[in-house]
Nanobody, 120 residues
Framework: VQLQASGGGLVQPGGSLRLSCAASGTIFSIGAMGWHRQAPGNQRELVARMTRGGSTNYADSVKGRFTISRDNAKNTVYLQMNSLQPEDTAAYYC???????????????WGQGTLVTVSS
């Protein structure tokens, strides 16, 4: 299973970006999908998470600014980021809980990071 993240880049404070992450490979079912981020010198932290049924949770620091969504038919999760601030600068990683067959357990997979830089 591979998770391919895209959409990072350089944006000015107050700007917006939309991240995408598509899962591919041998997939029977995908459960929760989410985004984490890691700034230099900091630990990786949860940004947002969404269950297959649509329940969400967000880090307090992004509530009201970021929105997570997913397209189950495309095995893709999105992160719409508005009102970006310099403190949002980090590498953003997607992850997903996946079953590769009806007989397998859930496994957690990670994508490569996509860098978001918020700077004037």
């Amino acid at each position: 299973v591979q998770l391919q993240a895209s959409g990072g880049g350089l944006v000015q404070p107050g700007g917006s970006l939309r991240l995408s992450c598509a899962a591919s490979g041998t997939i029977f079912s995908i459960g929760a999908m989410g985004w984490h981020r890691q700034a230099p010198g900091n630990q990786r932290e949860l940004v947002a998470r969404m269950t297959r049924g649509g329940s969400t949770n967000y880090a307090d620091s992004v509530k009201g600014r970021f929105t997570i969504s997913r397209d189950n038919a495309k095995n893709t999760v999105y992160l719409q980021m508005n009102s970006l601030q310099p403190e949002d600068t980090a590498a953003y990683y997607c992850n997903a809980d996946v079953r590769t067959s009806m007989y397998s357990n859930w496994r957690n997979f990670w994508g490569q990071g996509t860098l978001v830089t918020v700077s004037s």
